[in-house]
Nanobody, 124 residues
Framework: QVQLVESGGGLVQAGGSLRLSCAASGRTFSSSAMGWFRQAPGEEREFVAAISGSGGVTNNADSVKGRFTISRDNAKNTVYLQMNSLKPEDTAVYYC?????????????????WGQGTQVTVSS
């Protein structure tokens, strides 16, 4: 069993920055690839970014490339999402997710554990 707890969401003006954190417990953290997804009202949950178990491989959605950076600290069992140059269309609930293997995936169906989500609101 893995527990994931997100934090760091909030209200920010367009052009601003936020850093989301996801603290994990219950499984060897470095054996799990991690991902961030988001879901806006009335929309499906979509892939944002993913990072391999070692942190050596990352992948970002085209919509956030150059603005968002995913990273992890395996010593702290935490994955981060640094979000810069935020836009109103980034407004959503952001979810942290863990896979059962070390390789990254952009598919939400391949993530087994999910956090409760944290709200990010970007005002124009």
């Amino acid at each position: 069993q893995v527990q994931l707890v997100e934090s760091g969401g909030g209200l920010v003006q367009a052009g601003g920055s936020l850093r989301l954190s996801c603290a994990a417990s219950g499984r060897t953290f470095s054996s799990s690839a991690m991902g961030w997804f988001r879901q806006a009202p009335g929309e499906e949950r979509e892939f944002v970014a993913a990072i391999s178990g070692s942190g050596g491989v990352t992948n970002n959605a085209d919509s956030v490339k150059g603005r968002f950076t995913i990273s992890r600290d395996n010593a702290k069992n935490t994955v981060y999402l640094q979000m810069n140059s935020l836009k109103p269309e980034d407004t959503a609930v952001y979810y942290c997710a863990a896979r059962l293997g070390v390789s990254i995936s952009t598919s939400r169906s391949e993530y087994y554990y999910w956090g409760q989500g944290t709200q990010v609101t970007v005002s124009s």
